[in-house]
């Protein structure tokens, strides 16, 4: 059964950096396109980064410049480096497949206040 699990997240202020970590078991990792997701409260979950199997990577416009994904496939772990927060990234952050598949995780508060 495949599993992932969400850490990293937290309390940051404006401006500050949070990395988040996706470890995954269960599944041939490498082979998956990974996917970093958000919900904010009222809102619906929306993508935020995504890598593939060679490492190509896409960000939604409102990340670009600012977030980081990345993959260490020894470790079946996906990363979300996310500086230069603002507000409006506070969410509850989920990793899963592209195109997600199969249930979510409970996924990694953050939280931006000043």
């Known amino acids: 059964q495949v599993q992932l699990v969400e850490s990293g997240g937290g309390l940051v202020q404006p401006g500050g950096s949070l990395r988040l970590s996706c470890a995954a078991s269960?599944?041939?990792?490498?082979?998956?396109?990974m996917g970093w997701y958000r919900q904010a409260p009222g809102k619906q979950r929306e993508l935020v980064a995504r890598i593939n199997n060679v490492d190509s990577t896409n960000y939604a416009d409102s990340v670009k410049g600012r977030f980081t994904i990345s993959r260490d496939n020894a470790k079946k772990t996906v990363y979300l480096q996310m500086d230069s927060l603002k507000l409006e990234d506070t969410a509850v952050y989920y990793c899963?497949?592209?195109?997600?598949?199969?249930?979510w995780g409970q996924g990694t508060q953050v939280t931006v206040s000043s």
């Open positions: 269960g599944t041939i990792f490498s082979i998956n396109a």
């Open positions: 899963n497949y592209f195109p997600p598949r199969g249930s």
